[in-house]
């Protein structure tokens, strides 16, 4: 069963840091594109950025260029999102999502973890 | 970036009605659209890639078509598990957008 995992979430101060994480299980990680998605409360969904295979590309919304910074660790089965100098705006459920295809769509999600950026 | 409009952003509908979404894109995007249906508190459930293929294990009641810049969700018969969000997400190009939603609600 594929199972995703989603960690890392919590209170943090305009400006601040967090690392989320996301543990992959039940399927072959390092074969597959790996995304980031957010949900800021009662709003839409918002594509975050995704990582290839091997970490040899990677994508990034406009909005967090420069701050975030995705990564990958195929031999623990994990996906990263460094998150630097966050902003209110920022707050949301994060999902970490498969992409099945490398189209991208992504077909597993995890449950999400929430950052909330505030003072 | 291209955007995504959803209409409607919300519908009442009953058990057993024939209901459609649409999502039109700010420019063409060929079939590289998606779409996703969101319960509250939970993960969206990918039904259709590719504008019209159905994902595995969604249910038959599920159709999408469309190319180019106009898509259509289609559900053909609604069931009580069908009332959610639906959202449409493209793939054509980077940043992947998707539509802001439409809010599906027992009439």
């Known amino acids: 069963e594929v199972q995703l995992v989603e960690s890392g979430g919590g209170l943090v101060q305009p400006g601040g840091s967090l690392r989320l994480s996301c543990a992959a299980s039940?399927?072959?990680?390092?074969?597959?594109?790996m995304n980031w998605i957010r949900q800021a409360p009662g709003k839409g969904l918002e594509w975050v950025a995704n990582?290839?295979?091997?970490?040899?590309?990677?994508n990034y919304v406009d909005s967090v260029k420069g701050r975030f910074t995705i990564s990958r660790d195929d031999a623990k089965n994990s996906l990263y999102l460094q998150m630097n100098s966050l902003r209110a705006e920022d707050t949301a459920v994060y999902y970490c999502a498969r992409d099945p295809r490398g189209a991208p769509n992504f077909d597993y999600w995890g449950q999400g973890t929430l950052v909330t950026v505030s003072s | 970036a291209i955007q995504l409009t959803q209409s409607p952003s919300s519908l009442s509908a009953s058990i057993g009605d024939r209901v459609t979404i649409t999502c039109r894109a700010s420019q063409g995007i060929a079939s590289a659209l998606a779409w996703y249906q969101q319960k509250p508190g939970k993960a969206p459930n990918l039904l259709i890639y590719d504008a019209s293929s159905l994902e595995s294990g969604v249910p038959s009641r599920f159709s999408g078509s469309g190319s180019g810049t106009d898509f259509t969700l289609t559900i053909s018969s609604l069931q009580p598990e069908d009332f959610a969000t639906y959202y449409c997400q493209h793939f054509n190009s980077y940043p992947i957008t998707f539509g802001q939603g439409t809010r599906l609600e027992i009439k």
């Open positions: 039940g399927f072959t990680f390092s074969r597959y594109w």
């Open positions: 990582i290839q295979q091997g970490g040899s590309a990677k």
